[in-house]
């Protein structure tokens, strides 16, 4: 198996460095890394980085915010320094003579707390025309990118002059488009409702707003949240498409002058939003943004700090953000995608490389380890990692993760065993129109709920690719596949095939679906397991309740959409029974490993390296050590361990073998099978 190419990029605070060195720290950096990054960036913090920029012609301190994130007053080597814009210059040009290239890179925010004071950069707090304002009324301390200065010039073309300079003056390489720059803060369903986004929204759709609403909204809270409830619950399309293109617009112009220049532009992902999320809630859609010519995206897979609990959060998204990283890359397959590694965070006050290592190697692994299939065989989803963020990490810590990114990308596998995604961009705008109107799953939702409860999903094909494919395929939300895209599954020869939709009218008229003889209530919910000839092995409906029936209306009639990409939308509900039902199907049609103990917590994602020989990544979702017991299905000749840990050797019984695997950690190891006597 080849070894595999991938980026290492380290995100870092000017703390990072040491401006008392004549090459500020530099070399002593890079000697603690024990590598050679392709690419730093320079966390800057705040937009006033950008706008209260003075030029080069004289020597000046830059705004204590910019020194450090949030002007944190030390870090684990020394105390944040006062840096010159000389100073940074030169300190890109030192990082630049080593081959890395150097991106500046900041928020839309601007408060940070001095002791107990909190203050503001000044150029920020000079323009609250620009902050981003809730349907409350209620402004939000964050620059809104899309909104108009007080003259009624666009805010986005002075930041584009204004960047640009910036970038001239210090040399950087590129653009990092970071939080805030690439999506709002909140989520559409609250912001922003000013009277300059409103404008900005009839004059682009032409959407007549109730008469009985006012034109005028600023400094009214009431009659702003009327107006934006009404919006929302009336033009929710047409306010969602507009922002995807003003998103558009605003990367349009960027990416034009970064071009010019000859500079690169990488962005960060919605809030850690598949591309159905990051549209609906936050009216950025990843194929716009892309087409503007952007060098890539920094997906937001965040996983360590969210499951060790960082700003107390009880969130375990490990299933969410394996889906969310497959589904982005194949509905922007030719973007490069680089996972952002949730090491620590001084400034945010978690630190999973000192206190949740093993859900940190657990990222790493799984991360590396999704893919996308298309006619030409199998490719990674990530192209590498982002260290987030680098300062103050030991000589051991960077040896640490180092070796565990090495690993994670060793070797390009020639199959996945498990069954294939199968994506459709179509179906993706189709479902955002059907949640609008029945709250029912996307895509996404399925593979995450799949996911979580043990299907072997590790690998996405775009639908045009399915006669190219082979392999067992998952098909979701069949009913509103075009009628090509659905034929084309329902003649699917080259593996078996698991199909979950509902029984509209359309899909009950097909031939090919009635002969499969369901029992389902019109729109009702089905799932069928076909095998390789198209034959149906099983097939089923779930089942109502009225109990069930009573607990969605109870739902339905008290949820809010989510505000913040931490709360959860709200879904129409699909019982248990039925996704269990649907997970046993799964791993019927495949050739996966039988997990025969712990199985609510173990799972296992299985490559083909060379015939004959797989790679199995085993993790555990408990927070306590569980034993691993698996029976391969064939007789195993050896078992070869290519991580740490369990430091014992493990030996196969005919075709089972058994490992302990650490809280909320990860395993790898290589099976040698005996080949069958036809082969």
Request: aromatic share 12%; proline share 4%; charged share 25%.
């Amino acid at each position: 198996m080849k070894a595999a190419s991938y980026d290492k990029w380290i995100w870092i605070e000017l703390i990072g460095f040491d401006n008392r060195e004549s090459d500020y720290g530099v070399a002593a950096y890079l000697d603690t890394v024990g590598f050679i990054p392709k690419s730093i960036f320079l966390l800057l913090y705040t937009p006033d980085f950008v706008h209260a920029h003075k030029g080069m012609n004289t020597e000046w301190h830059l705004p204590m915010e910019a020194c450090s994130y949030g002007a944190r007053p030390y870090g684990k080597l020394h105390d944040r320094q006062e840096w010159t814009n000389f100073q940074l210059r030169s300190l890109v040009t030192e990082l630049q003579k080593h081959g890395i290239d150097v991106y500046c890179s900041f928020f839309d925010i601007y408060q940070f707390h001095v002791g107990d004071t909190l203050r503001a950069g000044e150029w920020c707090a000079a323009h609250p025309e620009l902050y981003e304002m809730r349907k409350s009324g209620e402004a939000f301390p964050a620059i809104n990118p899309l909104k108009r200065l007080k003259d009624g010039s666009w805010y986005e073309d002075l930041f584009v002059q204004d960047l640009m300079k910036v970038m001239s003056d210090y040399g950087f390489d590129g653009y990092h488009g970071a939080d805030g720059y690439t999506s709002p803060r909140l989520s559409l369903a609250e912001t922003d409702y000013s009277d300059d986004m409103v404008e900005q929204f009839i004059a682009a759709t032409g959407v007549d707003i109730h008469t009985g609403l006012a034109a005028r909204c600023d400094g009214n809270p009431l009659d702003m949240e009327q107006r934006a409830d009404w919006i929302w619950n009336n033009k929710r399309l047409e306010w969602i498409r507009f922002h995807c293109e003003r998103w558009g617009r605003l990367w349009d112009k960027i990416m034009s002058a970064i071009r010019k220049e000859g500079k690169k532009a990488y962005l960060n992902t919605a809030w850690t939003r598949d591309p159905f999320e990051a549209i609906y809630r936050y009216g950025v859609d990843y194929r716009r943004l892309s087409d503007s010519g952007i060098d890539g995206f920094v997906v937001e897979t965040v996983g360590a700090s969210l499951s060790s609990g960082a700003g107390e959060t009880e969130y375990e998204p490990g299933a969410e953000f394996a889906a969310m990283l497959l589904s982005i890359k194949a509905y922007v397959p030719k973007q490069k995608l680089v996972c952002l590694n949730a090491i620590q965070d001084t400034n945010e006050q978690w630190d999973a490389l000192s206190h949740a290592p093993t859900v940190l190697e657990r990222d790493i692994y799984s991360l590396a380890n999704l893919y996308l299939q298309n006619s030409s065989g199998i490719s990674r989803c990530s192209g590498g990692f982002m260290a987030c963020l680098g300062d103050g990490i030991s000589r051991d810590g960077w040896n640490w993760i180092a070796k565990r990114w090495d690993g994670a990308f060793d070797g390009e596998p020639l199959r996945t065993a498990g069954v294939r995604m199968v994506w459709s961009d179509r179906l993706l705008h189709r479902s955002l129109e059907d949640y609008s109107e029945t709250r029912h799953w996307p895509v996404h939702k399925y593979m995450t709920e799949l996911i979580s409860r043990g299907a072997p999903l590790h690998t996405i094909v775009n639908v045009k690719d399915i006669p190219e494919t082979d392999g067992p395929i998952l098909v979701t939300l069949l009913h509103l596949l075009p009628d090509e895209e659905l034929q084309s599954v329902l003649a699917y020869r080259n593996g078996s095939s698991v199909l979950i939709g509902r029984m509209t009218e359309r899909i009950s008229r097909i031939q090919t679906i009635a002969n499969w003889r369901i029992d389902c209530e019109i729109n009702g919910l089905f799932c069928v397991t076909r095998d390789c000839s198209g034959e149906a092995v099983e097939a089923f409906a779930m089942e109502h309740s009225t109990d069930f029936e009573r607990q969605e209306e109870r739902q339905r009639s008290g949820f809010k959409e989510g505000m913040s990409w931490l709360n959860s939308l709200y879904f129409s509900p699909v019982s248990e029974a039925f996704l269990s039902k649907c997970v046993e199907g799964i791993i019927d049609r495949t050739n996966v490993p039988k997990s025969l103990k712990n199985e609510a917590f173990i799972r296992a994602a299985v490559l083909e390296t060379v015939p004959h020989r797989w790679r199995i990544l085993i993790s555990n979702l408990h927070m306590n050590y569980k034993s691993a017991h698996f029976d391969a299905g064939r007789p195993i000749d050896k078992i070869t361990l290519l991580t740490d840990f369990p430091g014992v050797p493990v030996h196969p019984r005919g075709s089972e073998f058994s490992l302990y695997v650490p809280g909320r950690g990860i395993v790898m190891i290589e099976l040698e099978l005996q080949a069958s006597g036809d082969e």
